[in-house]
């Protein structure tokens, strides 16, 4: 299988002198290409710190982290800004939506930084995805006249637009209720179906027994791996599934 | 817990904090200064008029005097306290050799007189009545500032040597703009100078009391007195005294309310981004129940704190800069006897400042009871849509790049904040533009037009000599026979009486002749063109209340001829009292005659001048560009000073405000930043969008500056010019400056500030600002 993300012993710290401590601590990792992986590990252990770490968006101490291939580390601002926007895709805790722009605009952004088409495709393709998100109504509005889970789905419309290979979702459902958060989930199946890679950080069990392989985190390093296979919808396995992950999260003694 | 909170806010933002401070301060000093030199100005004029006893009423006469009949009228006039005739020898300049060199070049009319005995004194500098002994001579304090001669230096008159015993000040004629200069001499001395110069005589009065003086001023001329030159009255030279120091300090003041304003703008930009960063708390503040103006408190303490530093720092620089602009007026007019006044005075200007800005805080904090603590806690933004931008949206945007795109929409959508940005570009580009409009306007050759002065190479003056149309006709015929000079015309000016509605009369002087050869500018109507049309001065139009239309009636020769009122015009000459008419007149009673000419090439012009000089003795020739230079050059030269100064000072404004509002936006975008750069955008995109946001607000700006320099500023500007005697006039406007070299000044400089000031977004960490 072909690796999307390989990141092998990386450090990253903060803090200076006493303070310092290594938020990551050695972490190797592999994601590949059309896998469904989710993070787990009580807060503070790092999950999010390494999502930035092998998205590039922030500089790591050492270790190295390639992506598709290249070495990320050597790239320059620019080269990672091209990246970011073209391969991949970003949903976060937090709708970090533009609060100037309405939530049409806030969806086709990244696509509008290239015009490399028209802009009445761009936002066909933009009206696709939000019908398919069931959010197409608000399309005119302001992004303080939505809710927080159909603001949360403004963010997912936003990092498909530009049909990337990877989508980092940094608890994408932390915020919402369970309704919510299932109808996030579908969407999220969908597009992994669509043979997008995912890379999901989770609080949630039942959220992470949709996904095919979980690492769990603690302390700045990687401290366990459960594989858990592709799920099926039809099986209606999804209580086993939950039930065997949280027996194994609880024989990781955390 | 206030102190905390205000001493922790001012720390994080210690930037504006110290700009809007230095602003304040700027501000304080500027009307505070303003205010100390109103009050010396005035009451140094008051003193010195005060101890020279300055006459309320002067008429300056040449020709036969009849000084018993003058007496008598002063007798029986209830009105008149005190009478006198001075004699003053007017020289020619030529004759006054200093030792460095003459003053053949002066445009003023240079004389001697000796001390008077009843009133209208001149003082030495400390205020003194001057008593001057044989051999000494006391010269006008405009020759020691110009640094013609000093005490102890010897002065030539006529081949006679005099010692320079010192300077006086005189209360008449002190102003560069009364065109008369006395010297002083002793009474011996002054015999012999006296058979050498052409005599005039100053008819003076003081009056029992300044209110009578319309009622006087109308006695005497319908008393038919000796009046063959100007009229003048103890406002006018009052004025004259004040107007060059005023000036200076009408400029200060306007400075300093740009000042205020740009203060404001500062405060108010900051206050909004402070507001807009809080909206949460105050939200929240509100909902558990705090009052607004419980909250307001915080942020009033806070600018009170700023201002008050403020004034305080400005009141006390007041103090280094007063001696330097009190100089002048020290040096002309003496101490004031109330300057203890003025640092009253001078505190009041400044608690003004503060409270206007206590008021404005205030008053910008009016949106507080806005917020709806629902909102702010809900979504920590306001909810204010501003119409404009729904149309305005990235999915309709077809033209622009996405990157310029953003910038203007950002503009749009927070129009509050870029409004402040705004105004003070507007301020700037006014700033710039004015001043040199004004420049162009009184540096360009049309410009003496406005003031009474037809566009013309030479004058020749022939006043205070007798036969004057021989004279001026022997004149006219040279120049008619010289090929070089392209066109001339002899106008001559003689008093008529006016009749006035009540019956009463007035005498009025008349300059007739052709006056479309060397047109001037008329603020109202046209030139006089047939036999029964007259145009007036300005001051004998409201002196007559006679406007264009109205119909006037003159006495000629005994019978009375009905003329109309053709056009209104801004006088500075003789006393800016005059009116042109075209009639015959068959009578010989000229007061003066002035020919004017052109010549063929400009080069001539000072041959020209030295030529008919020489040849026509007694006449005074000159060249009117070496007139006005003499006249307004060194006005001309400070307003062009002047708005260098505003260039640099405009441009500062610029630059630094600029920087200030995008290093604070970039604080304050941050998240959105982080957002884009999370994205994919690049550090360019958004310098890019930086770039767009300033560039566009500037554009505006400049569009709005250039407007209103040209409206409000024209009218401005005229007013500055009224007081020299013009009252209507058009901008000369310097296209190439004032649209293109200007623009692109301020275009540059806010270019390469905001980038500059938008190096920081490049810092921005996406993975410390996204998490909010
Ligand atoms: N910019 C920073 N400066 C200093 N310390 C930081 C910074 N960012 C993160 N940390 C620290 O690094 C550690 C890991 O943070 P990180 O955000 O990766 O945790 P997380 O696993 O995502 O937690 P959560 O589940 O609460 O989101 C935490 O202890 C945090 O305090
Ligand atoms: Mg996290």
Redesign the interface.
Known sequence: MKKMIVGENILKSFGEGDDKRNVLDGVSVEINEGEFVSVMGPSGSGK??LM?ALSG??GIDSGKVTFDGRDLSTLK??EL??????EMG?V???P???????I??NI???S??D?RED?SK??EK?RLLMEKAGILELEKR?I?QASGGQLQRVGIC?ALMNQPKIIFCDEPTGALNSKSANEIMGLLADIHRAGTTILLVTHDVKVAAKTERVLCMFDGQIAGEYLAGAYDETRNDLKSREESLTTWLAGMKL | MYYRIIRNDILRNKAITLTTMVFVAAAAMLVSLAAILIINLSGAIDTLMTRAKTPHFMQMHSGKMDTGQLAAFAAQNGDVAEFQVLEFINVDGARIVFEKSSLADSVQDNGFSVQSEKFDYLLDLDGNMIRVSDGEIYVPICYMQDGSTKVGDTVEVFGREFIVGGFLRDSLMNSLLASSKRFLVSRNDFMGIGELGNVEYLIEFRLKDISALGAFETAYTSAGLDANGPTLTYPLFKTMNAISDGLMIAVILLVSVLVVMIAFMCIRFTLLAKIEEDYREIGVMKAIGLRVSDIKKIYLAKYAAIAAVGSLLGYTLSFVFRDMLLENIRLYMGESENASFALLFGIIGVLLVFLAIMAYVNGVLKRFQKISPAEAVRFGISQEKSAGTRLFRLSRNRLLGTNVFLGIRDVLARKGLYATMLAVLVISAFIIIVPQNLYNTISSKGFIAYMGIGQSDLRVDIQQTDNVSEKAAEIAAAMEADSTISKYVVLVTKTFRVKMEDGSEEQIKVELGDHSIFPIKYAEGGAPATGDEIALSVLNARELDKKVGDGITLTIDGQEKNLTVCGIYSDVTNGGKTAKAVFADPSADIMWSVISAELSAKSLIREKTAEYAERFGFAKVSDIDEYVVQTFGSTINSVRKASQAAVGVALSITILVTLLFMRMLVVKDRYSIAVMKAFGFTNSDITAQFVSRSVFVLLIGIVLGTLLANTLGEALAGVVIASFGASSFEFVVDPLAAYLVCPLLMVVSTLVVTIFGTLDAGRIKISENIKE
């Open positions: 999010s710190t930035f968006m922030d601002d620019n800004a091209d990246i970011r926007r073209a970003f976060f805790q937090q970090t939506l533009l609060k100037n722009l309405n049409l605009d086709i952004l990244p509008m930084r015009h802009v761009i936002t933009a302001g303080t936003r």
